[in-house]
């Protein structure tokens, strides 16, 4: 089972998408800063995750996601119903 997540910093007006198949373990690395990106903006909270059979739709679905008509999806559909 694989997981495309999306992250909020909880100090920072930032997000991140990403893919995993083990969702608690990815988001520790995240939280201790092993990741470029992610460790400038720490703490993360995940605020939404879809799951996936296959890697090959998971990939499919993260590229959408960091796209720009996806990352309006996550900020229309996602984020405005989390505030």
């Known amino acids: ?3 495309v997540y999306i992250l909020k910093s909880e100090l920072f007006s930032k997000s ?7 969702l ?10 092993k990741h470029f ?17 296959s890697l090959v739709e998971a990939r499919k679905r993260e590229k959408y996601l960091k796209s720009a008509s996806g990352r309006k999806y996550l900020k229309n559909d996602i984020f405005r119903n989390r505030e």
């Open 16 to 22: 991140y998408v990403g893919l995993t198949n083990d």
């Open 37 to 53: 990106y992610t460790k400038r903006y720490k703490p993360w909270k995940i605020v939404y995750h879809e799951n996936f059979n």
């Open 24 to 33: 608690e373990r990815r988001i520790k690395e995240h939280n201790l800063g």
């Open 1 to 3: 089972m694989y997981k």
